[in-house]
């Protein structure tokens, strides 16, 4: 009922920079908090970043400085702008949302399928 589908990943070179976009649709009323998370190769998955609704940001120490998260709610649409990207960026990064459905106003949480990011040195 709810998709939440994440793009935007790819190769870039060290210092290079990466938006990801990540788009809810289905039936949805509405949309709480919105974050990033991300998975490296025999890592566990961290949060990187999330958001509230009021737009509110918050950011993990792997967050801090170089990335920006910023949503557009009209659109159910969370970004991440990643700048002076290293090769220990590299990793799949997910999207996962709190939805409010709108045939029953319970929340549930979905998660994308993520977008591998890869950053050459």
């Known amino acids: 009922q709810v998709q939440l589908v994440e793009s935007g990943g790819g190769l870039v070179q060290a210092g290079g920079s990466l938006r990801l976009s990540c788009a809810a649709s289905g039936s949805i009323f509405s949309i709480n908090a919105m974050e990033w998370y991300r998975q490296a190769p025999g890592k566990q998955r961290e949060l990187v970043a999330a958001?509230?609704?009021?737009?509110?940001?918050t950011y993990a120490d792997v967050g801090k400085g170089r990335f920006t998260i910023f949503r557009d709610n009209a659109k159910n649409t969370v970004y991440l702008q990643m700048n002076s990207l290293k090769p220990e960026n590299r990793a799949v990064y997910y999207c996962?949302?709190?939805?409010?459905?709108?045939?029953?106003?319970?929340?549930?949480?979905?998660w994308g399928q993520g977008t591998q990011v890869t950053v050459s040195s």
């Open positions: 996962p949302a709190y939805v409010i459905m709108a045939s029953t106003l319970k929340g549930y949480s979905y």
């Open positions: 958001i509230t609704t009021g737009g509110r940001p």
